[in-house]
């Protein structure tokens, strides 16, 4: 039986994830409202015996259920409009990757500092260590800088992919052809995990991504070693 806990959004690790789960959790308790409200007008008129059929129309109800909700709709909308804003704002970075979607694998370039460039597998089950993640721990994760602005590039090769790490509330479709581009800010470090959320063919829950965070002395050693 499943717990709160399994049904929870991953902690967020980004400006933009709290936002969205604060977003969330503000359009819940507006929701509640409305259905409990309604629940309880629905259950008196069921039980209420007082008629009137003089009554054959109430313009000041009409115009109240006619405004409140078109309020209510705004007060959803406007906090939206801003997420999705920030989301979209363009900073000066100072890491730039590019991520390339393969069939079905990941692919990565740092082109800012030196030609860096791998590939990112999916661990097989026999090779999986005791602390690590089945289906989602990579042979090779992506390690960035936290505290930093992260841009990174994403496309592919072949087919659809998407590029989606939950907690840090990023999900870029990857399209042959085509660049497509988004921003990280990392909180704090630690070990991040998502997959291609695209349906991209038959291996296509089996190619995961892998990010570690680490601070910007250990991301400056790990580029020297690499």
Known sequence: MANWSQINF?????????QLIFFHDNTMIILIMITVMIAWIMIKMLFNKKINRFMMENQMIEIIWTIIPAMILILIALPSLRILYMMDETKNPTVTIKAIGHQWYWSYEYSDFKNIEFESYMKPSNE??????????TDNRIV????????????ATDVLHSWTIPCLGIKIDAIPGRLNQGFMFINR????YGQCSEICGANHSFMPITIE?????????WLKNN
């Open 128 to 137: 999986i260590e005791f602390n690590e993640f089945r289906l989602l721990e």
């Open 189 to 192: 470090p630690g070990i991040m």
């Open 144 to 155: 960035l800088p936290m505290n930093n602005q992260i841009r990174i590039i994403v496309t």
């Open 213 to 221: 965070s680490v601070t910007t002395k250990k991301f400056i050693s």
């Open 10 to 18: 991953q902690d967020p690790n980004s400006p933009i994830m709290e």
